[in-house]
């Protein structure tokens, strides 16, 4: 075997133990190829940009659950809760908390569950 042969066997040789060890079934890109042949990575293909994951993740809740609700509207109102329901508070996901004043009245408060606000109707 010649020089030559010899220095070109090797990468290839390296390529296709490569191709083995991390099981492709496609054929990469040539760029891929070569880092590949070289034991270097290549992760440009299987990654977002980071503003496309955080524009596809839910916006976090101030409120997560009818039991919180229920504590921030008898908090602000110093009133007994009497019931719960999930509901749109200005197309934001919300509760409507149905309230129990101490001078005997019933009466409905608002949660938005995005922002916590809590309201009177």
Do not use: C
């Not at 293909?45 to 008898?74: D, G, M």
Request: charged share 10%; net charge positive.
């Amino acid at each position: 075997m010649s020089k030559v042969t010899m220095k070109l066997s090797i990468p290839v040789l390296t390529l296709m133990l490569s191709f083995l060890n991390i099981g492709l079934t496609q054929a990469a890109p040539i760029s891929a190829v070569s880092s590949i042949a070289w034991g270097q990575s290549t992760h440009h293909a299987s990654h977002q940009a980071p503003n496309q994951n955080k524009r596809n993740q839910p916006k976090k809740l101030a409120i997560n659950s009818s039991q919180q609700a229920a504590q921030v509207a008898k908090r602000q109102y110093a009133a007994k809760v009497l019931s719960v329901q999930s509901t749109s508070v200005n197309g934001s996901p919300g509760y409507r908390v149905k309230l129990l004043s101490n001078k005997g009245m019933v009466f409905y408060a608002t949660v938005n569950a995005r922002t916590g606000s809590v309201s009177r109707n």
